[in-house]
């Protein structure tokens, strides 16, 4: 069966940070996170079977679903609880579905980081258009990081919260890249950038 699919990010989060959980809240279409809960993204093809999966891992565990999301080949779903057992069972019940292992994933790749210091006044109104985070207020230092596959995007900005004192602008995990917005300081966002990389890189897979 593993050959069928194709496992494009698995990530567990243990514990959302405050910041990334709401801006959750604010994009979800599911059952609303809070902070301390434990989550897990996982994005396959084909991407038609998440419905299938999602149903598998929601009636084995009293994880929720947060987020199911079918983009042409790709398929998306996050769940997540405050027990972080009942997370990681979900997990392990879709890969048996699936055939696959946590080490069959596709290596998460950074494609691009940006640290713009000293934001400019009618720059920070136009990306404000488009944030669902916090406010970019001009004279910040802002952080575009992009990575692939997109989901892993999410287990990048809560590493990243945890060792900075940033904000959350915005954060796109769904087609090609994930990207995310942050700002602050140029001293915490170099931190937030180092730390994201970090994360990522840390993370076992194969080339994608």
């Given at each position: 069966?593993?050959?069928?699919?194709?496992?494009?990010?698995?990530?567990?989060?243990?514990?959302?940070?405050?910041?990334?959980?709401?801006?959750?809240?604010?994009?979800?279409?599911?059952?609303?996170?809070?902070?301390?809960?434990?989550?897990?993204?996982?994005?396959?093809?084909?991407?038609?079977?998440?419905?299938?999966?999602?149903?598998?891992?929601?009636?084995?565990?009293?994880?929720?679903?947060?987020?199911?999301?079918?983009?042409?080949?790709?398929?998306?779903?996050?769940?997540?609880?405050?027990?972080?057992?009942?997370?990681?069972?979900?997990?392990?019940?879709?890969?048996?579905?699936?055939?696959?292992?946590?080490?069959?994933?596709?290596?998460?790749?950074?494609?691009?980081?940006?640290?713009?210091?000293?934001?400019?006044?009618?720059?920070?109104?136009?990306?404000?258009?488009?944030?669902?985070?916090?406010?970019?207020?001009?004279?910040?230092?802002?952080?575009?990081?992009?990575?692939?596959?997109?989901?892993?995007?999410?287990?990048?900005?809560?590493?990243?919260e945890k060792k900075a004192s940033i904000k959350i602008i915005h954060v796109s995990s769904v087609g090609r890249f994930g990207r995310m917005w942050l700002s602050g300081s140029e001293a915490e966002i170099n931190t937030a950038k180092n730390a994201a990389?970090?994360?990522?890189?840390?993370?076992?897979?194969?080339?994608?």
């Open positions: 069966m593993a050959e069928d699919f194709s496992l494009r990010c698995y990530c567990f989060i243990d514990r959302m940070q405050a910041q990334y959980s709401a801006f959750i809240g604010t994009v979800t279409q599911g059952d609303l996170p809070v902070e301390g809960m434990a989550s897990l993204y996982v994005e396959m093809a084909p991407g038609n079977e998440v419905f299938r999966v999602v149903d598998i891992a929601v009636k084995a565990t009293e994880a929720k679903p947060g987020a199911q999301i079918v983009e042409r080949e790709f398929g998306m779903f996050e769940v997540h609880s405050l027990n972080q057992a009942a997370v990681k069972e979900a997990g392990r019940v879709v890969l048996e579905r699936l055939g696959l292992k946590v080490e069959d994933r596709i290596k998460p790749q950074v494609v691009s980081t940006q640290v713009i210091t000293n934001v400019d006044s009618y720059q920070a109104q136009l990306l404000n258009r488009f944030r669902k985070g916090s406010i970019l207020v001009p004279g910040e230092t802002l952080l575009v990081l992009e990575c692939a596959p997109a989901a892993y995007i999410n287990y990048a900005c809560n590493e990243a990389i970090s994360a990522l890189e840390e993370l076992e897979g194969i080339p994608g």
